[in-house]
């Protein structure tokens, strides 16, 4: 019984420090997030499955929930003449204490019909790396011209540009 009993104290007392110290990183997986942890220039791919489509660009995240993007859709140049990025596209976004967020972005496309939508993307995403990547998907697409969205299955991807210390 006494062989038993030591056992079970001895295998108690390996078990703890190793279990409080799970408890502890559960309780610390983040260190919070706010709008102000996306802040500065964000390079970005998306891929779109629907279409499929894919894109590339920046985002300027100010840090108080406002959003604007350049960007080049792949094929661009085959389809429309577009040797460019194209700019204007504005929006905001929400970023909870855990680290989860959305955004909605205006694509202000040109050409469309005063009283029609220019085209509006909703997204939700996780930040990581301390708010030094971003991964997403679109929740909701709207194209320019569209009254109503259309279904889409389409991820993207954000990092930080800069160095370690922006």
């Known amino acids: 019984m006494k062989s038993w009993l030591l056992k079970g104290a001895i295998a108690t ?31 970005f791919s998306v891929t779109n499955f629907t279409l499929p489509q894919v894109v590339v660009g920046i985002g ?38 855990d680290c989860t967020g959305s955004q909605e972005i205006d694509l202000n496309v040109s050409g469309v019909p005063v009283g029609t939508s220019h085209g509006v993307i909703k997204s939700v995403f996780v930040i990581s790396s301390g708010g030094r990547s971003i ?27 800069g160095s370690e210390q922006d």
């Open 135 to 161: 991964h997403g998907v679109v929740a909701e697409f709207t194209p320019p011209g569209a009254t109503k969205p259309i279904p889409t299955q389409t991820r993207f991807d954000e990092w930080k540009v």
């Open 60 to 97: 300027r995240f100010d840090g108080a929930g406002g959003f604007s993007q350049v960007d080049y859709i792949g094929d661009s140049l085959r389809t429309s003449g577009a040797t460019s990025f194209r700019g204007g596209e504005t929006g905001s976004y929400t970023v909870n204490p």
């Open 13 to 43: 007392a390996l078990a703890l420090p190793a279990l409080s110290g799970v408890a502890r990183a559960q309780a610390n997986h983040n260190d919070g997030c706010s709008n102000a942890t996306l802040k500065g220039d964000y390079a």
